[in-house]
Structures are given as C-alpha cells and as structure tokens.
C-alpha cells in the first residue's frame, strides 16, 4: 500500500465502488469517508461561505472529518454549476484551516472525462498503474449500475414489507459484501444472488398503492441526511417511491438529446446542473399518472429554482401535485415531517376520490 491516504466526501453507498477503485486500481489507502451527520453540517456551516450552497458545506465538514480520520489526500469533483469552483475554494479553506494535505480538483482542467479522469488519477498518485486501472474499472462502473438497481427496487417495495428492516437488512449485508468483489465474475453472481435473496422478500403491496416522484438536485437528492431522509419517510407511510437521479443514470445512461426532445414544450434550453434530468422526469411522472411530485434541492441552488415554474406548469396542465423542499443548514425535522403527512393526506383523498 503507498503513502497516500485518499478520500472523497459521503455520498450515499457509493463508498463501495470508490473504495474498490482507489485501493485496487490507484493503489493508495482508501480513508473512508465518515457518514454523513449533524457534526458534518455544523463543521462544514462554520467554516463555509453564509451563502453557498448546501453541497459545498456537507463535503467540506466531510473533508475535515476524513482529514481527522488519517486522509492527507482529498479528491474533489465538478457538476455543469458553481460545484465546478468549489473544489478551488474548498481547497483554500483547507489551507487557511492549516491542514496539510493534497486537494486534487478533478475540474482543474476542462477536458473530455477520459482525459479528465486519467489527469485526476495521475496527480492521486503518480506511479499508478494504467493496467490496474483498466481491469478494475469496469468492474467499478458496473457495480455503480448494480447498486442503482438495487436501491432502486428497495425504494419502490420498502414501504410494503411484511416485516419491516427486513430490505434495509440485506442491502446491508449486499453492500459490505460487494466491498470483498475484485472481479466481475464475482460482481455478478454476488448481484444475482442478493437481487434473489430481496426479491424473495414477502411485500404486501395493494393493487394500485400511492406513487410518488423524487425529483431534484444531485447532492441532496442523493445523500439522505441531506434530504432528512425524505424517502425512508415516503416508504414507512406506505408509497411507492419512484427517484430516476443516481449515478449510473446520469452518468452512464444520460440521453440529453432525449430529455431536450421529450421537454421541448416546456423549456428551450438547459438551464444547467441536474435542471433537465429534473423537467424530464415530472413530465413522465406526470404523464405516467403518478400521485404526485416531490422537488428536492439545497436553498440558493440555481439550477434547480430556474426549473420551479416549468414545474408550475407541468403540474398545472396535468394536474399533479408538487411538493417543493429547499433544504439549508437550519432545516428542522419537524417542519418537513408536517409537510410530508399534510401532502400525504392531499394525494391520497384525491386518490379516493378519483375512484
Ligand atoms: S446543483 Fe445546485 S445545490 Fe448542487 S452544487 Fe450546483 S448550485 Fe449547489
């Protein structure tokens, strides 16, 4: 293992293939991020700009958590917004605050992403191995794809269990088994046998249960202390959440020639970050005839407030609720707890009555 210790800050699961790919194909230390808590925010909040996004103050208190945990490398990233200065500013701070580590900004330079990766992991560590790299990535991507899946199934069963845990238990036990995967042979019966094992799960769902779409901002969307655990508290009231936004599909499957066409009566142009992937799914959610819509984002974030009104009229030409959350460093659980059950009790008496 080599001198440096290499982290990047909590999202979600997707500490697992991260891991894979440091370890196994940069041959560094991977220091796992700490996940993510109330100490992040207020660690972050203190040390951050009063007017920046959510985002920016989350992975910030993160990079000081993995610095205080051995990290003395930290890798940070960009995203079509302000993200893309971020890592720049968050680097300084680091500075300032006299920590003595490496930032490496994958958005130093604007290059193609193969080039931009290849730059990334040379300055992480620079004796790195092309051919490690090769044959560990696809494996990593692939298990990016895989954990989606996965997720995206628990979602949609999780508020229907006949014993409730007992999905969030074998995602569990999934994931900290994928951390032992090394090929993709192994990726795969690993994938097969947990997808049987939770399909195996007894759900009692209704015929035509309450559905829900989780729409919004990549970070907060994503990482669920962010969004106060939005979907947990969807599922235990008995909704089929339905979220789009993840890695794998706005990376790997993101058609924006298909978004541009399907949201052409809506908007022109795309008005940056996670803005069209927000348009595109309200509009086939509202076209599939789902109970409503619920908009997540951090306060200040641009991109997302820009696409507030289309939402207005895509709900008001198909007649589907919108909820809209703007998260910041003061939200409080209760106040998102009441909105939540008063949405609720709206979509569901509109179900009733259209029955
Ligand atoms: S998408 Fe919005 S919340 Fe996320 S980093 Fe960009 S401006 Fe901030």
Redesign the pocket.
Known sequence: MGKYKVSFPHLGSYFVPLEILFTEGLDVEYIMPPTITKRTLELGSRYSPDY?????KYTLGNFIETIEAGANTLVQTG?????DY?GELQGQIIKDLDYNVRFVNLVKTKSSLLITLYNGFKEINPDMSLKKIAKILPVALKMVEYMDTFEDYIRKNAGFEKHPGALKEIHHEFLNELRTVRTKKELNNTYQRYMKRVKGVEVEKPKNPLKVGIIG????IMEPFSNHYIERELAQMGIVVDRWMNVSNSIIHNSKNKMKEHIKNYAEYNM???SMATINKALEFAKKNYDGIIHV??S?????IDTMPVLQNISADYKIPVLYFSFDSQTSDIGIQTRLEAFYDMIMMRKEAKN
């Open positions: 920046v996004c959510a985002p920016f995203g079509g917004c302000r993200l971020y901002e990549y970070y907060t940056g970050a996670t984002k951090s200040g974030c641009t991109p997302e």
